[in-house]
T-cell receptor, first 109, second 113 residues
């Protein structure tokens, strides 16, 4: 079968750094994406890793290890507005995504 | 104006009714997708279309059908709605690069009584 595992909840304080892990088991793999969703709104794209290593976009970074079927999203200098759900998603057929169940991040003052 | 729009935004219907959810996009993308989201279950793919003549089932297509009327329009139908189809429905688009970037509409909240 195909599955993605990520923690259901993470809590951190404002200004801190938090890492959200994602492990996957899928029949095909082109890359790993991360999406952010606020309160049932439209998911928005954050980052994409097709190759091993770290991708940095401002305060957000994403890492991939294909050999370990593992990736993570790193959020630095946390702000209250970062409180949201974060989804990892495997691109397993040239654009078709399989989503994890999401991690709800709560940022406390 | 939003690049991906969905109508209606909210809908309440009764068991057994036929309902159509519509999606339009102005991004010029060939690929379009329909997902449903249930609490704690993330986004699950219902149907996807890589061009106007291409329609494919996703992981949970039973009870649903779709129509790709044009490059910009992709509709999802529930032929006979049932209560466990109560969910948040999202339409999304992507380009041909095959990267993991999809652009989502604002969603439709559907309640089946």
């Amino acid at each position: 079968g195909q599955s993605l595992e990520q923690p259901s909840e993470v809590t951190a304080v404002e200004g801190a750094i938090v890492q959200i892990n994602c492990t996957y088991q899928t029949s095909g793999f082109y890359g790993l994406s991360w999406y952010q969703q606020h309160d049932g709104g439209a998911p928005t794209f954050l980052s994409y890793n097709a190759l091993d290593g770290l991708e940095e976009t401002g305060r957000f970074s994403s890492f991939l290890s294909r050999s370990d079927s593992y990736g993570y999203l790193l959020l630095q200098e946390l702000q209250m507005k970062d409180s949201a759900s974060y989804f990892c998603a495997v691109n397993n057929q040239g654009g078709k995504l399989i989503f994890g169940q999401g991690t709800e991040l709560s940022v406390k003052p | 104006d939003a690049d991906v729009t969905q109508t209606p935004r909210n809908r309440i219907t009764k068991t057994g009714k036929r309902i159509m959810l519509e999606c339009s996009q102005t991004k010029g993308h060939d690929r379009m997708y329909w997902y449903r989201q249930d609490p704690g279950l993330g986004l699950r793919l219902i149907y996807y279309s890589f061009d106007v003549k291409d329609i494919n089932k996703g992981e949970i297509s039973d009870g649903y059908s779709v129509s790709r009327q044009a490059q910009a329009k992709f509709s999802l139908s529930l032929e006979s709605a049932i209560p466990n189809q109560t969910a948040l429905y999202f339409c999304a688009t992507s380009d041909l690069t095959g990267r993991g970037t999809q652009y989502f509409g604002p969603g439709t909240r559907l309640l089946v009584l």
